[in-house]
């Protein structure tokens, strides 16, 4: 059975880079559709596919799962080679810990700093509340490559759903000049370097919708 991706604007959607990375990373096949968001249409055609009326959401066979981290667990359990989560229980742990914690969280920089593969790379004035998250998610990616470095690049060595799930902030990261010390660096060019990121963004790049609430 054949699985398709239903996903946003590539140039915006950073929900649907998540599970789109996950499966780029691991060769898994998929169908992609592609429904440009915030049009007059975008409603009822994502409506066709999940109940929610919000992308991604992932089709295989009679079964839709949407929400990014669904999909990626989904994704996990349904394809078990591509160990979706780090091996021993402490480190899933920390591992589901993290990616909860960008799935509920990070509003500040969410809300400033969002996603737009076109927007040429310079720094924006943003309040406080940005900073304290950017804080944050250096913290955490200095201190998993701290602890993993020996095992590869990503945040628990092999690549796992933790990443999928901060890989869009990375781009943010990338766009706003966003610094937080030199594993942050590091694992921003981890994230950038990957050749699915990178067909990602020159997909995102080459659309033509702009979204006017998302160009500032
Ligand atoms: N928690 C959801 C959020 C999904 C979401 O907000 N998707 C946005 C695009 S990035 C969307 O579909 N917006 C269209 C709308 O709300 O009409 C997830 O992780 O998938």
Redesign the pocket.
Known sequence: MSLTLVI?NKN?????LRPWLYLKHHGLAFEEVRIP??RED??PK?LAHSPT????VLIDGDVAV????AILEYLAERFPETSGWPQAPADRALARSLAAEM?SGFLALRTHCGMNCRRPPAVKAVPEAVHRDVARIGHIWRDCRERFAGDGPWLFGRFSIADAMYAPVALRFATYRLEAGKSAAEYVSTVLGHPATQEWMEAGRAENEVIPAFED
Request: proline share 5%.
């Open positions: 946003g915006y959607s950073s929900w649907s968001l915030y975008s409603k994502i009326g919000k992308v991604p949407w929400d990014s981290l799935h």
